[in-house]
């Protein structure tokens, strides 16, 4: 087995090179921007490896100068970067991002049609050969980058099941992405139904299943075959229910300053994941993830607020 083949978590997805503004105003009329990394199963990784997990991350990088600074990131944060490939001759995804000086959501523009990351397929399942992972983390994102992606996605979460490893699935909702709505509800439910965690933001949640309440959501989906669910409320912090019978609301971590909401999510979900794997029960995890996630939007980029061991506080 390679030195690879022992993960404690695996994820997929497109690493993108974010350019966020250092000033106010519209994205056409910014002339400075600072560059970060940023990718929604990239932060995850990036977090979890922070907190001292061995994290895979299973990806192309564009042959180009943002895949190369990316694949240092990789380098540098520790994640394993065996998987992450360079496709030659494609360019790699990126996005700009505003600055709100009252911390409301920024204009984003993101840049990715035709990136490296689009164009994997099962077919790079074959880079996993010989590994095994305690637990697989995916996003809606995977599944709507294109029809090849999709694939992907269906055969890691078939794997995971296969191999015995526990799934967490994270919507995080892309609509333009999807070629129409009902596609992008009947896939995203899918991957729920067969999931040991989902993680629905509340308005996500309203979208894919029609109701309105925190509690009717999370029923929704266990009710499909999900283990537990932990639906997102902002600042007013989590709601989480599982199979066995816990139903619990966990209150919102209060900042003093909203920087950048972006990421917040992802935060939240190293903060689930993390705490269980190492056994926490399930309203202590979304008590960490509502931490991180407040820690989060207290910095300008996606990762910049995601602790270390050290840093964490919960």
Known sequence: MSASAALDVLTAGEALVLLAAEE?????AVERFRRFSAGAELNVAIGLARLGL???YLTRLGDDAFGRFLAEVLRREGIVADFASVDQGSSNGFMLKSLEADGTDPQIEYFRRGSAASRMHAGDLA???GTRARHL??????????????????????????????????????????PDREQMIRSINGFAAISDLVLPGLAEGRLLTGRAQPDDIADFYLALGAGAVVVKLGPDGAYCANQQGLRAH??????KRVVDTVGAGDGFAVGVVSALLEGL??????????????????FPGDCDGLPTRAQLQV
């Open 24 to 28: 106010t105003g519209g994205l056409h």
């Open 54 to 56: 061995r994290v895979g």
């Open 127 to 129: 880079r996993l050969d």
């Open 137 to 178: 983390h995916l996003t809606g994102i995977l599944p709507a980058l294109s029809p090849g992606c999709s694939e992907l996605a269906q055969r890691l979460a078939e794997r995971a099941r296969e191999q015995g490893s526990s799934l967490s699935f994270d919507p995080n909702l892309r609509p333009r992405l999807w």
């Open 250 to 255: 966990v209150p919102g971590v209060q900042v």
């Open 281 to 298: 029960p399930l309203d202590a995890a979304a008590q960490r993830g509502c931490a991180i996630g407040a820690r989060v939007v207290q």
